[in-house]
Structures are given as C-alpha cells and as structure tokens.
C-alpha cells in the first residue's frame, strides 16, 4: 500500500522524466529545423556553382547577385531567430529553476505539515484513550446513539407513512366529486355556502359517499403529518443528545491541547495551499513559454518561414530553374554532378519536413499528456491525498497507471478515478476520526438527519479551503481482542 506522499513523490518523479524527454525531443526539432534551413542554403550555392559554369560573365553576375542577396538576407534572419530562441531558452531555464526552488520550499513545508499532523493525532489519539475509560463519557455516548436510532426509526416510519398515504389516497382523489366537496371543507367549520348551494353539496355528499369516505381520507393526509413531525421531535432530541457527547470531546480535547495543535495544523495547511496555488501559477507561465519555445523548435515561427521563403522565392526566379534545366541536358560531368548534388539535397529537404512534421505531432501528444498528469497532481494536492494518514490500495496498478498516462495508454481522467476509488484514510497515531460522536454523524447517513453545522471534534483530512471529510473513506473502529477491550465507539448504526 502507497502513502499519499510516496504516491505523490511517484507522479513528480514520472513528470520529470517526461519533460527531461520532452527537452531532448525539442532539442531534435531544433536541430532539424536548423538543418532545413542550411539544405536551402546549400541548394542555392550548388545553384550558384552552376551559373559559374554554365553562364557568361554578365549573367553568372545577375545571377550570384540574386542568391547572394538572397542569402545575405535569409542568413540575418536565421541569425535573429537564433537571438530570439536563446532569449526564450533563458527564460525556460529561469522558469523551471524558479519552479525547482518552489519545489524544495514545498518539500520542506510538508515535513512540517506532516510533523504537526502527528502531533495533532498523538493528542487526539491521547484523549480518546482517555475517554475510553471515562463512565460519563461512555453513558452520554450510549444515550446518544439510542436517540439516534430512535430519530433514524422514526424518520424511516414517516417515509414509509407517507408513501402509503399517497398510494391509499389516489381512489379518494381520483373521484372529482370527491375533491370537489374537500376543497370546499364540506362537513367541516369552514365550510360556508347559500341554502340552495348547501342543498345541491348535500345531494353530491351522498351520490358519491363523501361523509363516510371524508374521516379515512382525513387519517391518510394526518398520519404522516404527525409521524413527520414526531420524527422532527426525535431528531432535535438526538441532536441535543449529540451536542452534549461532543460537548464532552471538546472539553477533553481543550484539555488535552487538541485545538492548539489543530490551528498549528491549519496554518501550516494554509502556507501549504498558497505555495501549490504559487507554483501552479509558476507552472502556467512556464507553459506559456513552453509553447512558444515549441514554435520554434518545429519551425513554425515566422522567423524560419520568413527565411525559407527568400530562398526559395530566388530559387524559383525563371532564369535559375532554367540553368537547372539547361544543366540536365549536358553531358558535363561537373554539371550532372552539381544537378545530382541538388537533386539529392531536395529529397533530404523532403525527409526533413517529413521527420519535423513526425517530431512535431509527437511533441504535440507528449506536451498534452503531460498536461493531463500535472492536472492530476493538482487534483491530488488540492484534495491533500498527500496528507500523512493518506493511503492507497492496488500500489502496481497506480504505479503503472501514472507511468501510462504519459505514454498516452491511461487518460489523465481515469488516473484520477482510480485514484479516488482506492484511497483509503489511516489513523496515524491510533486515533479515530470516528471516534464517539464521529461515528454517529458520518458520511452516508445524512440522508436521515440535517447536515449539522457544527464541526466534527476529531480532525478528518479535507480538500484545501474546505472542510469536512473530504474523499476519505471511513475507518471502521477496531473491537473485540484486538481493539481497545472491546469498547467500540462510533459505527454500530
């Protein structure tokens, strides 16, 4: 079973290596969009060792003016962009130094927040071992959950009355002459109308049998009202039951320092969440700059282009494709050679696209996989799965997911699905969470209660900025021999 910082440490370490990989694949896409450019300018001297020997002396000149220009420009050009993807390149390095630096302080911080997460659960541990022997305590515990049970029972009885009732009632409301009569209170106080009104009511009161019928239609409205509000009684009993077993905890707890080591817990938390909050910005403007060093590295910046296309545009000049083809048709073994030299220089022009086109595309998914797993760490801090009672089951399947999601096999999404289906809560110190009155008022049983507002006495681990549970599952209390003597709080319900 991983602990929520190991599998955290897992998914930096899988995000490293990725952008280490990334970093040599961006350095291939500048090496190839380097050796694009110099095959173009390696076609136009071949061009122009040609006019040397094919042309006369004006036009040979016309003609090495028009590359040489040609040239001159591209190569300012190239010799700008080199600038620009070293400025960009400084500013990548500065980022991800920054970013390491934010790191450390994180790695730091959270052995802090670890520390003050085991001391937080040493004291609560304490006084519950404390609570345990305490026959006060263990009475209104007792007290409680009986009231409880009760609130639960009734609710559940009002539910079941109430769905009767609708079901019984349906022939009673079906009949319009019925309806028509109770909605005007007939055979009730409230009931008022004219001599022949009340006439024409009394003769439709015994068409359809309305004063035998009225008294069980009556019961069927008034039993799940009562039963309602009976359970409304239970369930504010139960909570003043609850309130006076938490007023306890807290009391022990006060004693015990749980809250001053909770609010150091807090605070720590807090540094934690604005220093992610920091480095998530870091991590944004780093892949702002990462997308524009990537234009750059698959030549698609304007710089290249802009090259490119001044050579091309004085290679495809009417008079140069000419001498290439004039070249052709010689015998001159100079001029076959310098003909093939260019022919072979445009078929590695060709596979050159072909290989920046390939790198490219593959760029573009690794990029995006990369995004998908720094989300999911997002995700896993904002949650604090990292916390120190974190834990997770299937460690091979998680291992290999993390790693996959890179490789494109896993969606980012389904990780993190998987990551929420097997992380499991840990006591830390032998503290529970559920602990007295954290075992009457847990997950899943809000469906029969009010959410109470009152705040839970033992800390449970919860999303940052929010408290509560969070995704954690609930620890079911240890009992008989191999648990505190067999006393069991919490739970039982």
Known sequence: MLSGRDTLQRIDLTLRTARRDIGRLDAELQETSRSITENKLQQARAIDRLAGM???????????????????????????RDAEIAAISDRVRASGESIEALEQRRDALHEEVDAAARTLAEREAAVQRRLEQDEAFKAQLERTRAADAVAVSAQ??????????????????????????????????????????????????????????????????????????????????????????????????????????????????????????EI????????????????????????????????????????????????????????????????????????????LRENRELQRERLSHLEELEAVRRDFKRNRYDDLHSRFDKTPVIER????????????????????????????????PDFGSGGIVRPGRQRKRKRRQRPPSWHWPGPAGKSGRGGFKVPRPRGGSGGRGGFRTGGGF
């Open 54 to 80: 094919r042309l006369d002396a004006a036009r040979r000149g016309e003609v090495g003016e028009i590359l040489e220009t040609a040239t001159r420009e591209a190569l300012a050009v190239i010799a700008a």
């Open 156 to 277: 559940e009885k009002a539910e079941l009355a109430a769905a009767d009732s609708r079901d019984k009632a349906e022939p009673f409301e079906a009949c319009e002459l019925f309806t028509y009569l109770w909605r005007r209170g007939y055979g009730t106080s409230a009931y008022a109308a004219n001599p022949l009104a009340r006439l024409l009511d009394g003769r439709v009161a015994r068409l359809c049998g309305y004063r035998e019928a009225r008294p069980n239609y009556w019961m069927l409205l008034e039993i799940p009202e009562r039963l309602a509000e009976h359970a409304e009684h239970a369930r504010e009993a139960a909570e003043a039951e609850l309130d006076k077993l938490q007023d306890i905890e807290e009391a022990a707890a006060e004693e015990g320092d749980v809250p001053q080591a909770s609010a150091a817990l807090a605070a720590l938390e807090k540094s934690q969440d604005e220093l992610d909050a």
């Open 280 to 355: 998530a910005a870091a991590e944004e403007a780093r892949r702002e700059l990462l997308e524009e060093q990537n234009r750059y590295s698959a030549g698609e910046d304007d710089y290249l282009r802009k090259a490119l296309r001044v050579i091309s545009a004085a290679m495809e000049r009417k008079d140069l494709s000419e001498l290439t083809r004039l070249a052709r048709a010689t015998m001159t073994v100079e001029d076959d050679a310098i003909v093939d030299e260019i022919r072979q220089l445009r078929e590695q022009y060709d596979d050159l696209e072909d290989e």
């Open 401 to 432: 997911m993390i790693a996959d999601v890179i490789t494109g096999v896993v969606r980012g999404g389904t990780l993190w699905n998987v990551l929420r289906r097997h992380q499991r809560y840990a006591d830390a110190a032998g503290e529970w």
